[in-house]
């Protein structure tokens, strides 16, 4: 299969900038040597805790923000190269899903002028075909026409999110961004938008990269899965995979985390203890060793490769430093 992104050594260091003097006191390690490729239509998903790097890498891929260093390539081209012709050429290819319903859409724009929108930016000016693509898109995420006419505080969060989706897929991207896109939605509904996102992409061939924090989404809608920790990708396989075996400690740690009602019968967890390290003064060495109960002392000093632990399975971690 095809790579659609290819992501190569990138890097996101924010600037710590002294209040007083505006000298730089230190950096934020946001992204650190990311590699990463996302395979044409298949969804990625990027499971890791609040603050680990998810939505910056998300961020990263658009070129909504633009990192430090690094590549990011769409099919065999680095857009962060791109001008600024070529970069809204390459962004009716690459869209958004925002993580909150109620503050993506504009609350004083119907939502015919919200889903307009994005033809006006792009210059398409023909008002038939722009009525034809609104209809249909609305019929395609299931809801009625006269939705057009109202304003998004009308509407419930899963149907905002819906008219949201719309948006983003609108002029036909190849690739979608979703950003945690059911974590602000009641349980009851995030099975709805999930769901709704699987048709949709199947129905338009679509590439995503979803972010989450909810293993249980991201095992239901992903092809394989990433997992990331304080800015670095620690584990990468096929879902089916990394779920029955999983390699890394930092993995195990966030599978155990999920609730169980019954097991047949007990088994030794990982807890993780304390919080995720600050990126601003990130440990040295495997930056997973604070809380890794497995911690070798070259953990401490040495940051281990990304170890190919069995075909299509990449670990960064030394307990498989010699599985490859």
Request: aromatic share 8%; charged share 25%; net charge neutral.
């Amino acid at each position: 299969m095809k790579n659609l992104f290819e992501v190569k050594n990138l890097n996101m260091h924010y600037p710590v900038i002294d209040g007083l003097m505006g000298n730089i006191k230190g950096y934020v390690y946001a992204l650190n040597n990311v590699n990463l490729e996302i395979r044409e239509n298949e969804i990625l998903g990027l499971v890791g805790e609040s603050g680990s790097g998810k939505s910056t890498l998300g961020n990263c891929i658009l070129k909504l923000i633009t990192p430090t260093s690094g590549e990011v390539l769409f099919k065999g081209e680095d857009i962060l190269l791109k001008d600024k012709k070529q970069l809204k050429e390459f962004r009716k290819q690459a869209q958004l899903i925002f993580q909150n319903p109620y503050m993506s859409l504009n609350p004083r724009m119907k939502i015919y002028d919200i889903l307009k929108e994005p033809f006006i930016i792009n210059g398409i000016k023909d008002k038939d075909e722009i009525n034809e693509k609104i209809k249909n898109i609305i019929r395609l995420i299931g809801m009625d026409e006269d939705v057009l006419t109202r304003y998004p505080h009308e509407f419930s969060g899963g149907q905002r999110q819906r008219i949201a989706i719309a948006r983003a897929i609108i002029l036909n991207p190849e690739f979608i961004v979703a950003d945690e896109p059911v974590s602000a939605l009641d349980v009851s509904i995030q099975a709805q938008i999930v769901n709704l996102i699987l048709s949709l992409k199947e129905h338009l061939n679509l590439t995503m990269l979803f972010i989450s924090h909810d293993l249980s989404i991201i095992k239901y809608i992903s092809d394989r899965i990433a997992v990331m920790y304080l800015g670095e990708i620690v584990e990468i396989a096929d879902k089916e995979e990394l779920f029955n075996n999983h390699k890394h400690p930092y993995t195990e740690a966030l599978l155990n985390a999920v609730p169980v009602i019954s097991e047949d019968k007990k088994t030794k967890k990982i807890i993780l203890s304390g919080d995720l390290p600050s990126p601003q003064n990130p440990p040295k060495g495997c930056k997973f060793h604070t809380r890794c109960p497995y911690v070798m002392e070259k953990c401490k000093t040495a940051h281990p490769d990304f170890y190919e632990a069995m075909p299509n399975h990449k670990v960064r971690c030394f307990l498989c430093e010699n599985s490859g």
